[in-house]
């Protein structure tokens, strides 16, 4: 495919701003929050930039910063729409643990019993991989193999390559990010709901919380779609694929076997403020504004870090714990990038405030605590405003 690339020159910040009508940011705020994000725009070198910020347990601030789109010069807004990469993987897991609640499996089942093919690592054969271990990436598979099809784990399909997706650990005992554990979940979702991933969960996540969002493209206004941009060499390159049509593959679709079209591990398509919305059921327990998503258990459980013996890790199931984002904060989240798009939802349950943000496109650029610079520089801001 033809790359289109744009060199930026002459860079122009927009602004479409919107404090929430739950409730005001203060006027000295939001002023102070408009500088300090077009600040960052500008010293990061972003394409665009989207935010929106929680306090008290309510969306305070909004904004959209420079462009949706380069090569047309159209500004972007706090409606417009991003596909969010890898937080998708919190949506995908709050859909597997409601079907938990609902008594259609424990999380530390074997998942062979319902996805159908047997799901071991040749290296210890006797040991069950669970659906805890796909949550919290322990489950000793990876992505060496690729994770866009289920016949890479298949010993029937695959009978010697499927033996190179596992790592040579017990499942269970090592941390290993792993997008093909959260496809293989998006199957799971369907096998044990009866409907098709994208259809779940725009039913039992995306309506309930009234939100513009969803996995299936084709059923989104593309008028809406933010522009993804990989930076090259000075340069931003179009990323088209982010928002590619989905319906010839839908015409021959299984359910629990081409579930990967919709990438339950990354394909999630929504505004920041309306991921705001998402976080605040993660801030609340399950439960906000006469919503009810999930059960109290079920958040602590994927909120709380994975545990093998005496190792505690940082990620639990589909959510991060991290101390090093907010000097002297514990927030809890998750990070995502794809196609050139920078995303991050952190949040202290505690004291009920988090941040959500996103960008189509900078220079990769990561900071001596692990996050992207423009992930942690834009969130610290928004704190010492809104926060601090």
């Known amino acids: 495919m033809k790359k289109t690339v744009i060199k ?19 006027p000295s705020q939001k002023k102070q929050a408009d500088k300090l994000m077009q600040e960052a725009i500008t ?39 991003f596909r969010i990469a890898s937080i998708s993987k919190t949506f995908t897991g709050t859909a597997i643990m409601q079907l938990n609640e609902a008594g259609k499996f424990n999380l530390d089942d074997d998942v062979s019993d319902a996805f159908g093919i047997l799901v071991r690592n040749p290296h210890y054969p006797d040991v069950s991989i669970t659906y805890r271990m796909l949550l919290s990436h322990t489950s000793s ?14 010993p029937v399909a695959s009978p010697e390559d499927y033996k190179k997706v596992y790592n040579e650990t017990i499942p269970g005992s090592v941390y290993e990010y792993c997008n093909l554990g959260y496809n293989m979940l998006g199957a799971l979702v369907e096998i044990h709901s009866g409907e098709r991933f994208d259809k779940y969960i725009k039913a039992h996540i995306l309506d309930p919380l009234g939100v513009n969002a969803g996995f299936n493209v084709d059923e989104l206004d593309a008028k809406q779609f933010v522009s993804l941009y990989n930076y090259e060499q000075g340069s931003f390159i179009y990323s088209p694929d ?19 079209v919709f990438s339950p591990t990354g394909g999630m398509k929504i505004a920041p403020k309306d991921l705001a919305k998402h976080m605040l059921i993660q801030i609340n327990k399950g439960s906000f504004n006469g919503v009810t998503i999930l059960n109290e258990p079920s958040v602590t459980t994927m909120q709380t870090p994975y545990m093998y013996g005496e190792k505690v890790f940082d990620y639990g199931l589909s959510i991060q714990t991290t101390d090093r984002l907010i000097p002297g904060e514990v927030m809890k989240g998750h990070t995502g990038s794809a196609y050139g798009l920078y995303s991050a939802m952190f949040f202290e349950p505690e004291k009920k405030f988090g941040f ?23 969130i610290n801001a928004l704190y010492e405003v809104f926060i601090k």
Do not use: H
């Open 356 to 378: 959500v943000m996103m960008t189509n496109g900078c220079p990769p650029k990561r900071g001596e605590n692990k996050f992207l610079s423009i992930q942690s520089d834009v």
């Open 242 to 260: 982010a928002y590619s049509s989905r319906s010839e593959a839908l015409a021959d679709y299984t359910m629990g076997r081409t579930t990967t």
């Open 141 to 154: 598979l990876s992505d060496k193999m690729g994770y866009f099809t289920f016949d890479v784990i298949d």
């Open 8 to 26: 930026k020159s002459g860079f122009f910040i927009s602004l479409a701003l919107m404090c929430s009508v739950l409730f005001s940011c203060a």
């Open 43 to 81: 010293n990061l070198n972003a394409v665009g930039l989207s935010v929106a910020v929680v306090k008290d347990n309510q969306i305070v601030y909004t904004g959209a910063f420079g462009y949706k789109s380069l090569v047309d010069s159209i500004l972007l807004s706090s409606d417009d729409i």
